[in-house]
């Protein structure tokens, strides 16, 4: 199928399908009214549930999701590595310790407009990305091996200080923070949502304006070069939009595990490894998987709501383990 028509179906059938989960999703939950009266406003309580709190969640779960998805294609294209992802590389920790830090200094309220709690997790997830690249890049090449201890190791780092933090929290504090490093996507109103779209959006949009780079950079930096790739400006950015990004998203909704190494994979299995398709596909199916995700949180044993950050940290534990197990056969056959 050629590049442009496989894109074209895959956007279509991305899109209806997220239209779809979202649609389920709005009209999901505890509290169950007619579709009719809940729109119109024939009842007040359903009206009020459906546009200040679900609409605003599948907004949320819209943003998250499609951002961490789009993050970690970006970064599995610079390193090469189908296993990178914010999650794995550190930067989703990174982003948590600079969210609560702000938030327990009293620097939550905002600066100029902006929020202080994601501007730290802005700037913790971009210091650890680049500590991460630097210990992982030996004689000009990136060692895969590095790469993911060097994450894991700053997730441990990362983990032992939020702990260090809580540790001294009162009782409230430290329930709160428990809470959110599992992963929520518990909000009302629109105004994290806007929040976090003027700063995703942005990292967002740079890394599709390079898809066609990050295609080049796939073949070897020299490659790259030679085609006219300027493949630091090609980093940085990358770097950049990524950090910057998920650290919106993260600031929010706490550190939700496995959306950037999961979709991404899943696409790259089904269409290629053409980034011109498979990061704009990503975003689609990823805001899908989360906002999916996010309703099974909620439904599942109602009206206990489950963080949904442990939905898909198990629905990402049990995909890498069958894609471990149909490896080894692949490779015994």
């Not at 819209?62 to 590389?89: D, E, K, W």
Request: positive net charge; aromatic residues 10%.
């Amino acid at each position: 199928m050629p590049a442009k028509k496989k894109f074209l179906t895959a956007i279509v059938v991305l899109t209806a399908l997220w239209i779809a989960v979202a649609f389920v999703s709005v009209f999901s939950g505890i509290y169950d009214a007619g579709i009719i009266e809940t729109v119109t406003g024939g009842d007040p309580l359903a009206s009020t549930i459906f546009y200040k709190i679900r609409i605003p969640r599948v907004l949320m779960a819209t943003i998250a999701g499609g951002t961490l998805a789009i993050c970690g294609a970006a970064l599995q294209a610079l390193f090469r590595n189908p296993l990178a992802s914010p999650f794995t590389l550190g930067i989703s920790g990174g982003a948590s310790l600079g969210a609560i830090i702000a938030m327990r200094t009293g620097l939550a309220a905002g600066f100029l407009g902006f929020s202080v709690v994601t501007i730290f997790a802005f700037v913790f997830s971009l210091l650890t990305m680049l500590f991460v690249y630097s210990v992982s890049r030996v004689g000009g090449i990136v060692a895969t091996g590095r790469l993911l201890l060097a994450g894991v190791v700053m997730n441990f780092l990362y983990s032992a200080f939020i702990l260090f933090v809580q540790f001294f929290s009162n009782f409230t504090e430290s329930l709160q923070t428990l809470r959110w490093i599992m992963g929520s996507l518990d909000i009302v109103g629109y105004g994290e949502v806007w929040r976090t779209l003027l700063f995703a959006l942005p990292g967002c949009l740079l890394l599709l304006s390079i898809t066609k780079e990050m295609n080049l950079f796939g073949l070897g930096d020299d490659v790259a070069s030679s085609l006219g790739v300027d493949v630091r400006k090609m980093e940085k950015e990358i770097y950049f939009a990524t950090s910057l990004s998920a650290g919106a998203v993260i600031s929010v909704t706490g550190p939700i595990g496995f959306v950037g190494l999961i979709i991404p994979h899943i696409l790259r299995m089904i269409l290629g490894v053409d980034n011109r398709i498979i990061l704009p596909c990503s975003f689609l199916l990823g805001a899908s998987f989360l906002t999916l995700a996010d309703t099974v949180s909620r439904t599942l044993i109602s009206p206990v709501e489950i963080p949904v950050g442990i939905i898909t940290a198990s629905i990402g534990g049990l995909f890498f383990l069958w894609l471990l197990i149909r490896t080894k056969k692949e490779v015994i056959v």
